[in-house]
T-cell receptor, first 111, second 114 residues
Framework: GENVEQHPSTLSVQEGDSAVIKCTYSDSASNYFPWYKQELGKRPQLIID?????GEKKDQRIAVTLNKTAKHFSLHITETQPEDSAVYFC??????????FGKGTMLLVSP | DGGITQSPKYLFRKEGQNVTLSCEQN?????MYWYRQDPGQGLRLIYYSQIVNDFQKGDIAEGYSVSREKKESFPLTVTSAQKNPTAFYLCASTHLGIGDTEAFFGQGTRLTVV
């Protein structure tokens, strides 16, 4: 089955800096890669996703890049703000299959 | 108000007791999932179901059981065989099909053994 590795496990940045979280996946058949943000004590919520026919997707301060050849994808957050502090999960999925999550990255943005 | 609802929010279990966590969705999603979340462990899949009356074991199914008698409902029972049940449990649902879509999560149930 699919295996998703996520790095780093924790990331501390200063407000205004950029943050990058990287994930690798094992199954070349995976074609859908969402990113979820989970604030403390709350449910994970989708922030951005990318499909395998696209190399990059951007939504305001967040962007995701996908390298199918290398089987890795990354989340980029620019101009970080304290409210970006949360746990971020990447995931990979094949069509008609289940989502496999990475172990999460705790992002701390200091004012 | 469409969504996925878990209950209860907090649950306390005594040693040797079975407890059932509820998960209901009105999104008409085909697939439903149960995840366990421990600090530093991410989201680990317990069970999932892609169709009524059918379900599959995930990575950590031992000590848990599920049923899927209705499309809208996917309850999880934590049995006495689960030796370390204290955790945060999340239910999720998705469409299945040509266009993969996001997973919607319930608000979670925090289970504590007392």
């Amino acid at each position: 089955g699919e295996n998703v590795e996520q790095h780093p496990s924790t990331l501390s940045v200063q407000e205004g800096d950029s943050a990058v979280i990287k994930c690798t996946y094992s199954d070349s058949a995976s074609n859908y890669f969402p990113w979820y943000k989970q604030e403390l004590g709350k449910r994970p919520q989708l922030i951005i996703d990318i499909r395998s026919n696209v190399g990059e997707k951007k939504d305001q301060r967040i962007a995701v890049t996908l390298n199918k050849t290398a089987k890795h994808f990354s989340l980029h957050i620019t101009e970080t703000q304290p409210e970006d502090s949360a746990v971020y999960f990447c995931a990979g999925k094949q069509r008609y299959s289940t989502l496999t999550f990475g172990k999460g990255t705790m992002l701390l943005v200091s004012p | 108000d469409g969504g996925i609802t878990q209950s209860p929010k907090y649950l306390f279990r005594k040693e040797g007791q079975n407890v059932t966590l509820s998960c209901e969705q009105n999104l008409n999603h085909d697939a439903m999932y149960w995840y366990r979340q421990d600090p530093g462990q991410g989201l680990r899949l317990i069970y999932y179901s892609q169709i009524v009356n059918d379900f599959q074991k995930g990575d950590i199914a031992e000590g848990y059981s599920v049923s899927r008698e209705k499309k809208e409902s996917f309850p999880l029972t934590v049995t006495s065989a689960q030796k370390n049940p204290t955790a945060f449990y999340l239910c999720a649902s998705t469409h299945l099909g040509i266009g993969d879509t996001e997973a919607f999560f319930g608000q979670g149930t925090r289970l504590t053994v007392v």
